[in-house]
């Protein structure tokens, strides 16, 4: 089975929850993984089931890195926010780089997480 990691900075939190609310027929066939506040209100809007790690500004960003060093982790959806500076933009940006070194199909916005989703290679 495919894992997936779900991540949403505050302001794009609607979005991607909006997101896996239109996609959770297909997502629940999948281990999907999240930090934790962006995981809980997904469950809350989707009663998807998600694996929590824990908040992003707490680890979380790093545990998904080191899911991805460890080839634990198929997709990466996370909605960031390219206007907003955070006090980990440390993470955030690791996070990306590890995603990009290990090949790992990442979507930063609506638009590409759909094609990702959309793609006949999603199963594959």
Do not use: Q
């Amino acid at each position: 089975m495919k894992n997936i990691a779900l991540v949403a900075h505050d302001n794009k939190k609607k979005d991607l929850i909006e997101w896996c609310d239109f996609n959770k027929g297909t997502l629940s066939h999948y281990t999907l993984y999240a930090t934790g506040g962006t995981g809980k209100k997904i469950i809350e809007k989707t009663s998807l089931e998600i694996k929590l790690l824990k908040e992003g500004a707490h680890g979380g960003d790093m545990e998904i890195g080191a899911m991805i060093a460890n080839k634990k982790l198929d997709y990466l959806i996370f909605f960031w926010d390219p206007l907003e500076s955070l006090p980990h933009d440390v993470d955030v940006k690791a996070l990306l780089r590890m995603a990009v070194l290990y090949n790992v199909p990442t979507a930063c916005n609506r638009a590409t997480a759909d094609l990702i989703i959309s793609s006949p290679m999603f199963n594959t």
